[in-house]
């Protein structure tokens, strides 16, 4: 797929990547996930209970979420690379978004400043986009395993997470 945008220099330069295969959870992780894993939940928006999504994690923490959750289901677990993200995130859109283009629409795929209520909210309350993943915009912030770069320049290009020469979260 075509990863990066026009949209932001961040994004940039868009560029092929070749994705292998991966699964992703269909939503973020919720905070009843977080606390049977990790035994507290961190998060300060808790008005949907264990429905809401965790946040209020560092990748540090996220990172050691994936190594207590792996260690209890005898399955490896880890952080998408950047690339896995945006490749489900966009599920085969061209678009800026993964329903296309039209901002009108953004309201039924997506918690933002303009509906949220200046909160989090439940998981899976709004469209999914075309590949059943849920919040795949707005919501909660999601981190991936690659390290932070300013820009695309000299990203992978095998869908691997970018873990030299930039700065970690």
């Known amino acids: 797929f075509e990863m990066g945008s026009t949209e ?3 994004e940039q330069p868009i560029h092929h990547v070749a994705i292998g295969g991966f699964l992703l959870a269909r939503t973020e992780i919720t905070q009843g996930q977080w606390r049977a894993v990790m035994g507290s939940n961190p998060s300060h928006f808790g008005q949907c209970g264990d429905d809401c999504p965790v946040e209020s994690v560092s990748w540090d923490d996220a990172q050691e979420y994936a190594k207590r959750l792996s260690q ?3 399955k490896t677990y880890r952080l998408p690379s950047e690339a896995e993200w945006e490749y489900a995130a966009r599920a085969g859109s061209r678009g800026q978004w993964s329903f296309g283009d039209n901002e009108s629409q953004l309201g039924q ?3 933002f400043d303009a509906n949220n209520a200046n909160k989090t909210q439940p998981v899976a ?6 590949v059943g993943l849920y ?3 707005g919501n909660v912030a999601e ?3 690659d390290v932070y770069h300013e820009n695309y320049q000299g990203a992978p290009s095998d869908g691997s997470a970018w873990m030299s020469g930039g700065d970690q979260a």
């Open 135 to 137: 919040d795949m915009h």
């Open 125 to 130: 309350q709004k469209k999914p986009n075309v």
């Open 8 to 10: 932001s220099k961040e």
């Open 143 to 145: 981190w991936v395993q």
């Open 109 to 111: 795929y997506a918690w």
């Open 72 to 74: 209890k289901t005898g």
